[in-house]
């Protein structure tokens, strides 16, 4: 299964900022909406963001005001910038891509906010 490469993540401190991006190595007219997940340690997979190929956005209630979704459709990528970042921002957080209806996932990057 073909897979999306993600980019960026770490370590960063309390109230600091990391930039995520992901390539979604598909057609263009066959991806509909990408976005980001992410697991938080011993927790299940909730959203963070998600942003169609129209621009229409949707944020998770624990990120919306310190994070934006955007995205390049010639390019077939998303970017999640996360700005005032908390310790409880710490997880895995994976990229997303609806291509054809059928969900795509990245093998998921580490981010990690110390305090």
């Known amino acids: 299964q073909v897979q999306l490469v993600e980019s960026g993540g770490g370590l960063v401190q309390a109230g600091g900022s990391l930039r995520l991006s992901c390539a979604a190595p598909?057609?263009?007219?066959?991806?509909?909406?990408m976005g980001w997940y992410r697991q938080p340690p011993g927790n299940q997979r909730e959203l963070v963001a998600t942003i169609t190929s129209g621009g229409i956005t949707n944020y998770g209630k624990s990120v919306k005001g310190r994070v934006t979704v955007s995205r390049d459709n010639a390019k077939n990528t998303v970017h999640l910038q996360m700005n005032n970042l908390k310790p409880e921002d710490t997880a895995v957080y994976y990229c997303?891509?609806?291509?054809?209806?059928?969900?795509?996932w990245g093998q998921g990057t580490q981010v990690t906010v110390s305090a």
């Open positions: 997303y891509a609806d291509v054809r209806h059928l969900s795509n």
């Open positions: 598909f057609p263009t007219s066959s991806i509909n909406a």
